[in-house]
């Protein structure tokens, strides 16, 4: 028998509405209840599971899907809650849960003011309670909607005041200018009437260091519900800024049930139809006046947009800026779309996160490519025991030093993980013990959890490289048999290239002599990069193309 077979799971929950009823519903009277009752029933050891805040028209709680993989892993053998509506009020999947996965798993389960006890066989009352208990969700649903709608439709605010506003103190129910978000709000609008497009503006708000909306709020002390930040961000977006040109509010106007949700049930909110909108003119403060608002609105109606382009990515996801990392994105030039490229997105100077331009035309790419591939496939041909040789001599380079590092930096990534989950246990604990505050469990929680997935993508990152390494140096021969397959390439398709390429890294391109030239590094399946061997040195003639009237630009591979 597992020693935990005889542990009583003392589970907790209370919503917003349930504190309506009175302070017996609170956690700590539950916490005194179920551990006199557990007590009662012999049962010396208890783990205690809470979900404090949380609806019971949800099943997707923290503390009782915890519960739930417990009792999966047999740790489990009974269920002690204070009353039937603390499991539930959703009358079906309480239903199977007592019913089908509590019997399943042989958990006793007690319901205690209920009076339910399984191991005293059925109670024929259990289902009439469920069904009242969701019948009392419903209701108090069909309460806070109808308050809602009254609400909205007097003019009362029924959200958060925008970026740029904030609630009166002297008046909750009515918005107030922040001046210090407005001007940044003015300066958007002032931007775009002058011209400038969307992501020039994010740009410069970046080079500026202006706080991104919900980072103002947090340096601010105002959170948002499910909106992580990060201290000190400031990496404006695109669609930052345009959200901020399409808020009516900034022209004095209250907008109302901008979302809702399909039901109680569900509580994903939903953007409503335009016909569905509620507004009320003139009721704040203005920070736009509305004939510039209305100036905008038309501006970015009528902005041109793009026109489709004939040509497709066949280098999708696999191009690599050399500096700075980023994936370079495909576009095609405004005034000819069949005049394609791929730019590094960083490569805004004032964003600071890129030295500077690396961007480089498909169609040049795509012959240094094809190049590149027939030359590996020809030196195969001639000689392909001593290709092979030559690839593996190229994969063992990557030294058992640079993989005894990547080992270390790996295992310490792993303790940090490990660190992590044990300081998530024990502020989680210390909340539910009363000694650490919610607003203080909330911001460690947050960092904890950003750290976390920062270190995991780290970790997944470097087990990749060390899993490549491993790969590499067993796949040479997959590679030839890969050469074999194509010996004579006419043209570059998107099937050759997934076969033949892991990724490209781009340089920036430079002019020497009145030249441009422009180092790009393929990355090849299995092997990495294939260096010119000394038969193709004299053999292989450099990439050129006019770019331009005046205007060539070359490329040579890399000798050995």
Same mark, same amino acid.
């Given at each position: ?20 009823? @009175? ?56 269920? =002690? ?105 003015? %300066? ?6 002058? @011209? *400038? ?23 601010? @002390? ?9 201290? @000190? ?63 905008? &609105? ?16 066949? !280098? ?14 495909? &576009? ?27 961007? *480089?035309?498909?169609? !040049? ?21 001593? !290709? ?8 063992? &380079? ?9 080992? &270390? ?5 792993? %303790? ?49 490289? =060390? ?12 590679? *030839? ?58 053999? *292989? ?20």
């Amino acid at each position: 028998m597992s020693k935990n077979q005889n542990t009583a799971a003392l589970y907790m929950r209370l919503s917003h509405d349930d504190e309506l009823q @009175g302070e017996s519903n609170s956690i700590t009277n539950q916490r005194k209840l179920l551990r006199k009752v557990a007590t009662d029933l012999g049962f010396s050891r208890t783990a205690e599971y809470i979900d404090d805040g949380i609806s019971g028209t949800t099943f997707n709680r923290p503390g009782f899907l915890r519960m739930e993989q417990d009792i999966v892993e047999r740790k489990l053998s009974t269920v =002690i809650v204070k009353d039937m509506s603390r499991l539930g009020r959703d009358y079906l999947k309480v239903g199977y849960y007592t019913d089908s996965f509590f019997p399943e798993y042989d958990v006793r389960f007690v319901a205690v003011n209920d009076n339910v006890d399984s191991d005293n066989g059925d109670n024929d009352f259990v289902p009439f309670r469920n069904l009242l208990n969701e019948w009392y969700a419903k209701d108090s649903s069909l309460k806070i909607r109808a308050s809602f709608k009254v609400r909205g439709m007097s003019g009362e605010p029924l959200g958060f005041p925008p970026y740029g506003y904030m609630v009166d103190p002297d008046n909750k129910k009515h918005w107030i200018i922040d001046y210090e978000a407005a001007s940044v709000v003015r %300066r958007i609008f002032d931007m775009t009437l002058a @011209g *400038v497009g969307t992501n020039q503006i994010a740009d410069a708000l970046c080079f500026d260091g202006v706080l991104t909306p919900l980072n103002y709020w947090a340096s601010k @002390g105002i959170r948002r519900p499910n909106r992580p930040t990060k201290d @000190g961000d400031c990496n404006w977006i695109h669609s930052t800024v345009v959200k901020i040109l399409s808020t009516r509010e900034y022209c004095g106007d209250l907008v109302n049930f901008k979302t809702y949700s399909k039901s109680y049930k569900h509580k994903a909110r939903r953007k409503s139809d335009p016909k569905d909108l509620v507004i009320f003119e003139d009721v704040h403060e203005p920070i736009i006046s509305r004939e510039d608002w209305e100036r905008v &609105q038309k501006m970015r109606a009528n902005r041109r947009q793009r026109k489709p382009t004939n040509k497709r990515n066949i !280098f999708s996801g696999m191009l690599r800026c050399a500096d700075c990392g980023a994936t370079l994105r495909f &576009q095609a030039k405004q005034e000819n779309p069949d005049n394609t490229y791929y730019l590094c997105p960083n490569n805004n100077n004032t964003r600071r996160t890129c030295s500077s331009t690396h961007s *480089v035309r498909a169609d !040049f790419l795509e012959k240094v490519v094809l190049q590149d591939i027939r030359r590996i496939t020809r030196d195969a041909m001639i000689d392909e025991r001593d !290709f092979a040789q030559r690839l593996h001599d190229l994969v063992v &380079q990557d030294s058992e030093q640079t993989q005894t590092v990547r080992k &270390q930096r790996s295992g310490a990534l792993r %303790r940090r993980v490990t660190e992590l989950d044990a300081l998530f246990k024990r502020i989680y604990e210390d909340r539910a013990l009363g000694a650490l505050g919610d607003e203080r469990y909330a911001k460690l929680a947050s960092d904890y959890e950003a750290e976390q997935v920062e270190v995991e993508a780290k970790l997944d990152e470097i087990n990749r490289e =060390i899993e490549s390494h491993q790969t590499k140096t067993a796949s040479v021969d997959e590679f *030839v048999k890969i050469i074999r397959k194509h010996s004579q390439i006419r043209k570059l398709t998107l099937a050759l290239v997934r076969e033949f390429i892991d990724e490209i890294h781009i340089h920036q391109a430079t002019r020497k002599d009145g030249r441009i030239t422009q180092q790009i590094d393929i990355y090849y399946n299995c092997v990495g990069m294939i260096p010119l061997s000394q038969r193709s040195e004299n053999n *292989v003639k450099p990439v050129e193309q006019t770019i331009r009237k005046g205007v060539a630009i070359s490329y040579t591979p890399l000798a050995a």
